[in-house]
């Protein structure tokens, strides 16, 4: 649903079965690169494999259970990285299953 669409997603993947790998094939309109590990990497071995695959300038790291709130937040992701930003850093929200929300401390950030 972003409205930038210049991306890739890669996943790397530590379960034991095959469960990913089928959500996966189940995407296939989108640029999906995905490599199961021959055995689980763990934290944050599993993260440092998915950018060694990597292909692009800038890489946005996100888990299992995260997602973009907006349908804009890859494109401000972009923007920013197009204004020679060093870094960058978002807040996140904690969604819990009773719907309540809770907004982290840190602020939006972009570094020069």
Same mark, same amino acid.
Do not use: G
């Given at each position: 649903m972003q409205t930038f669409k210049d991306f890739e997603i890669v996943i790397t993947d530590d379960s034991p079965d095959d469960s990913v790998k089928q959500?996966?094939? +189940?995407f296939s309109e989108l640029p999906i690169t995905y490599f199961k590990n021959d055995k689980p990497l763990g934290t944050p071995a599993n993260w440092n494999k998915g950018i060694s695959l990597a292909r692009g300038e800038w890489i946005k790291i996100m888990h299992d259970d995260d997602w973009f709130r907006t +349908?804009? +937040? &890859?494109? &401000?992701? #972009?923007?920013?990285? $197009?204004? $020679?930003? #060093?870094? %960058?850093? +978002?807040?996140? %929200?904690?969604?819990?299953e009773s719907g309540e929300e809770k907004k982290s401390n840190f602020p939006l950030l972009w570094k020069d």
């Open positions: 959500v996966v094939d +189940s +349908s804009e +937040s &890859l494109q &401000l992701f #972009a923007q920013k990285t $197009n204004e $020679n930003k #060093a870094f %960058i850093f +978002s807040q996140y %929200i904690t969604v819990f």
